[in-house]
Structures are given as structure tokens and as C-alpha cells.
């Protein structure tokens, strides 16, 4: 069975600044490792996927992440956080058998001070 | 496209109440899934259909049903609610098997039960 750690329930930054979102997994296969966000009252969007290939993965909204096999990490990063920004941000892992369905995190809420 | 819709967006149930959550989506894709999101817990597979005719439980099936009407429409029943079952639900869907592995993610649907 597969599992997600997101280190930090609560992140903040102010306007500018380096985003570094945690992400640790669990896997007993190669995994395929996603990221999403989510506003206020609001569904999930995908932001970003690794499935294979390049470890360094770009997404939307200038966010990207890189795979870390030895490290079994996923951290999103992005240069210079921005004011809408602010969201509740979820990793997630899956793998390519069965279901497929996704295995998330508890997620990490993102605060941007201006 | 309108991608994956969900209706209602808001219910209130009084306990023992029963209540189909409705899911559809428009993107011809195989599977489907519906989550519960409950506050520091990120999202958790209820019950997943891989393709039409199929479904099967997920991590918390306890309470409901569901049901694959067509490739379209996945809808989750709840036959006597109670107030644990009090929750935002998601429906997602996915290409499924040889496709890709992203799942799209409908608007929610608030429930309280009390």
C-alpha cells in the first residue's frame, strides 16, 4: 500500500518569497506522485505530475517539483510566492496497477502575507 | 466542455435520511471515484468504478453505495445517513487503464448531517 507525509500542515511566506511545500511517500513499486491545489470552496486542480522520465517536473502557476528516489520525496517549490497563491496544496500517489486511484495527504494550507 | 459536474452542491440530511450524491462527466473517460475530504485528513476513496459496469470499495465504504449508471454518470447513495458521514464529497475521473493517470476533480458536494 502506498502512503503520503506532508511535513507542515501550515505554511507561511510572505509576498516574494521561496514556497517549499514537503512531501514524503511510501511506495512498494515505482510510484506516480502528483500534486494538487485547492481554493476556498472549490475542487482540486492537478498542478503538476511525475510519472516517468525528467525527475524535474514543471506544472502550472510557475510551481515544479522534483523526484527524489533516494530521498522517497516530492517537494513542490516555487521561486517567488504570490498573493493568490494562498490555497491548500495536497500530494498525492498512485500507482500504474489496479485502481489507480490516488492516495493523499493531509495537506498543507499555504498562507501568503503581503 | 463542462468536465466533471456534481449535483448538489449543498445538503442538509437529518439523521436516518437517505440521499443520491450525482456525478457526471464529459470527457469519455473510463474510471471514476468518489473521495470524502474531511478537515486534516486530505481526501479518502469511498468507492471506485474502473469502467462502466464495474465498481468496487475503497478505503471507507462503510455506509454507502454506488452505483455506474453509464460511462457518464457515477452516483454514490447514502441509505440512512449519519452524522460521521458528515463530509465534502469529490467525484474524479480518469482515462483509466492504458491512458493517462491524472484524475479530474468535480466542484464538491457539502453535507451535513445532523
Known amino acids: ?51 516517468t522520465g525528467a525527475t524535474l517536473v514543471k506544472g502550472i502557476n510557475g510551481f ?46 499555504l498562507q501568503v502575507q503581503p | 466542455n463542462a468536465g466533471v459536474t456534481q449535483t448538489p452542491k449543498f445538503q442538509v440530511l437529518k439523521t436516518g435520511q437517505s440521499m443520491t450524491l450525482q456525478c457526471a462527466q464529459d470527457m469519455n473517460h473510463n474510471s471514476m471515484y468518489w473521495y470524502r475530504q474531511d478537515p ?19 478505503e471507507v465504504p462503510n455506509g454507502y453505495n454506488v452505483s455506474r449508471l ?10 440512512s445517513a449519519a452524522p460521521s458521514q458528515t463530509s465534502v464529497y469529490f467525484c474524479a475521473s480518469s482515462e483509466g487503464q492504458g491512458g493517462t493517470y491524472e484524475q479530474y476533480f468535480g466542484p464538491g458536494t457539502r453535507l451535513t448531517v445532523t
Open chain 1, 64 to 109: 515544479e517539483a522534483e523526484f527524489k528516489k533516494s530521498e522517497t520525496s516530492f517537494h513542490l517549490t516555487k521561486p517567488s510566492a504570490h498573493m493568490s497563491d494562498a490555497a491548500e496544496y495536497f500530494c498525492a500517489v498512485s500507482v500504474p496497477t489496479g485502481r489507480r486511484a490516488l492516495t493523499f495527504g493531509s495537506g498543507t494550507r
Open chain 2, 40 to 58: 486534516g485528513m486530505g481526501l479518502r476513496l469511498i468507492y471506485y468504478s474502473a469502467s462502466e459496469g464495474t465498481t468496487d470499495k475503497g
Open chain 1, 1 to 51: 500500500a502506498q502512503s503520503v507525509t506532508q511535513l507542515g500542515s501550515h505554511v507561511s511566506v510572505s509576498e516574494g518569497a521561496l514556497v517549499l511545500l514537503r512531501c514524503n511517500y511510501s511506495s512498494s513499486v515505482p510510484p506516480y506522485l502528483f500534486w494538487y491545489v485547492q481554493y476556498p470552496n472549490q475542487g482540486l486542480q492537478l498542478l503538476l505530475k511525475y510519472t
Open chain 2, 70 to 79: 453509464n460511462k457518464r454518470e457515477f452516483s454514490l447513495r447514502l441509505e
